[in-house]
C-alpha cells in the first residue's frame, strides 16, 4: 500500500458464500433427480426418436391447410399484439401508484397485485379464464394480458422511481399542474425503456400465444395440438415451421424498433 492512501476495503465473504450455496443447490438438484442419460443415449431410444423424427417429413404443403395455417398464423400474431396492448394500457395505470406517487400503502398495495399478476403463468391464465371465455382466441388474449400486465408494471414502476425528480418538482414550484409535470418532465424520461420493455414483452407473447393454443386458446398452438394429437405429424410439421418464421420475423422487427429508439 502506498503512502497517504487509505487502506482498501474488507473483502466481503456475501459473494462467495452466496456462490458456494448456488452451487451447492445445482448439485442437490442432479443427486435429487433420477436422470436417466444411458436410457436417454440408448440405441432403441436414439432409434425411436429417429423414426418419430422422420414422420415429420415432408411437410404438408396443400394449399387449402396452407391457407388455414395463415390464418391461424394472424390469429397468433393478433392474440400478441392485442394482448400486449392491453398489458401496457394496464401496466401503466399500476405503475403510476407502484412508483409511490401516491404514497407508500398504494405503493405496497400495488406490488403485491403485480406480484400476483406476474406470478401465475399465461397457461394458467388462460386454463382459468377459458371457463369465463370460453374457446377460442379471446381467452387467450387476455391470459396475455393479464400476466403481461404484472410484468409491465413492475418495470414500468421501477422506471419511473428511477428517473430524476428535479424536472418534474421544477415545473410544480413554477406552477404546472401534477399531471402536466408528469407528461412533459417524468415520462420522457422513462418512455424509452418502457418501450423497449414493451417491445421485449411483445417478442415473448408471441411464443406464449403460440403454446396457449394447447389448452383451447386458438391460433397455432390449437392446430398443433389437434394434429399432434391425430399423429398427422406432416401437418403438425407445416405448423411448427410457421411458429418458427412467425417468431423470426417478430425478433427481427423488435430487434430493429429497439436500434432505432437507442439512436
Given at each position: 500500500?502506498?503512502p ?7 473483502r466481503s ?12 443447490l445445482?448439485?442437490?438438484s442432479?443427486?435429487?433427480l433420477?436422470?436417466?442419460?444411458a ?7 436414439l ?12 411437410p ?9 395455417t395463415?390464418?391461424a398464423?394472424?390469429?397468433t ?6 394482448g400486449?396492448?392491453?398489458a ?13 406517487r401516491?404514497g407508500a ?6 406490488r403485491?397485485l ?5 406470478s ?14 370460453g ?5 387467450g388474449?387476455?391470459a ?11 418495470l ?29 418532465a417524468t415520462?420522457?424520461?422513462?418512455l ?9 414483452r411483445?417478442?415473448?407473447?408471441i411464443?406464449a ?8 386458446a ?45 439512436r
Open positions: 500500500m502506498k497517504g492512501l487509505p487502506p482498501p476495503p474488507p465473504i456475501g459473494t462467495p458464500l452466496l456462490m458456494l450455496l448456488l452451487l451447492a445445482v448439485v442437490a442432479f443427486a435429487s433420477d436422470l436417466q442419460w436410457a436417454f443415449f440408448a440405441p432403441d431410444a432409434t425411436s426418436a429417429r423414426e418419430f423424427l422422420a414422420g415429420f417429413t415432408p404438408e404443403t396443400a394449399p387449402a391447410f396452407v391457407a388455414r395463415l390464418g398464423l394472424w390469429e400474431l393478433a392474440m400478441s399484439l392485442v400486449t396492448l392491453l401496457v394500457i394496464g401496466g401503466l395505470l399500476l405503475a403510476l401508484p407502484g412508483s409511490g401516491f400503502v398504494a405503493r405496497g398495495v400495488t403485491v403485480l406480484n400476483v399478476l406476474r401465475i403463468p399465461e397457461l394458467v391464465w388462460a386454463a382459468l379464464l377459458l371457463v369465463a371465455a374457446l377460442g382466441p379471446f381467452a388474449t387476455l396475455l394480458a393479464a400476466h403481461t400486465a404484472g410484468v409491465l408494471g413492475r414500468f414502476a421501477d422506471a419511473l422511481e428511477n428517473v430524476a425528480p428535479q424536472p418534474e418538482a421544477a415545473l410544480r414550484d413554477n406552477g404546472a399542474a401534477p399531471l402536466a409535470a408528469f407528461l412533459y415520462l420522457p424520461q422513462a424509452p425503456q418502457m418501450l423497449s420493455y414493451t417491445l421485449y411483445w417478442e415473448n407473447n411464443r400465444a403460440a403454446v396457449l393454443g394447447v389448452v383451447g386458438g391460433g397455432l398452438g390449437q392446430m398443433l395440438k389437434y394434429h399432434l394429437s391425430l399423429f398427422q405429424m406432416q401437418s403438425a410439421a407445416t405448423v411448427v415451421i410457421a411458429m418458427l418464421l412467425l417468431v423470426a420475423a417478430v425478433d427481427g422487427a423488435s430487434f430493429a424498433l429497439r436500434r432505432a429508439l437507442t
